[in-house]
């Protein structure tokens, strides 16, 4: 709305300087779905394939289902934001070698040929392999107050409690004592 001299309203002019805003985070954003805070949705899904290739379901859940994209996008936004050109560029190459070899993106192709391209990439790339890897068993292992080892998978599947955190004892309330 125009005020008395012709020009925008202070209110008028901030309510439109906040829609604009908007409208250019929601673009920055947009690659960005599926509730990731570093990765592509396209990113995730070859990752998903990579990190299942190296701790696949079998009676307990393979990596993804145990919240190790979760891990590792939150750290690529933190610890391990020095590794994002290594993942989008390692991420890449895995998605080439598949569409080279198979036809298709790395998320669609079968388990074997997914074998077969992460087996190649860690030929072709290992620097980038190890880092995966590395960060994958620590996504499965750790603590899963990082994003990863949902509902401590791995530590049920070796047989071990829950540990409590570091500096806080175990009490038995009704005794006062550790229990």
């Not at 979760?70 to 590794?83: A, K, S, V």
Request: hydrophobic share 35%; aromatic share 8%; net charge positive.
């Amino acid at each position: 709305m125009k005020g008395k001299r012709g020009i925008l309203a202070r209110r008028d002019f901030m309510i439109a300087t906040a829609a604009a805003g908007t409208a250019v985070l929601s673009g920055c954003f947009s690659s960005h779905n599926g509730g990731w805070e570093n990765l592509a949705d396209a990113d995730a899904a070859t990752l998903k394939a990579v990190c299942d290739q190296i701790i696949p379901a079998d009676g307990f859940p393979s990596a993804s289902e145990a919240g190790v994209l979760t891990y590792i996008d939150r750290q690529l936004t933190r610890h391990y934001r020095r590794h994002r050109k290594a993942y989008a560029a390692g991420l890449e190459q895995a998605d080439r070698i598949s569409r080279e070899h198979f036809g298709a993106g790395l998320e669609s192709v079968t388990t074997q040929q997914q074998m077969a391209v992460v087996s190649a990439l860690e030929t072709q790339n290992s620097g980038f392999f190890n880092l995966v890897r590395e960060h994958t068993l620590e996504g499965y292992y750790g603590s899963p107050r990082h994003g990863g080892n949902r509902d401590a998978v791995s530590w049920r599947m070796l047989g071990l409690d829950e540990p409590p955190l570091r500096g806080r004892a175990q009490y038995d309330l009704r005794k006062g004592s550790p229990s």
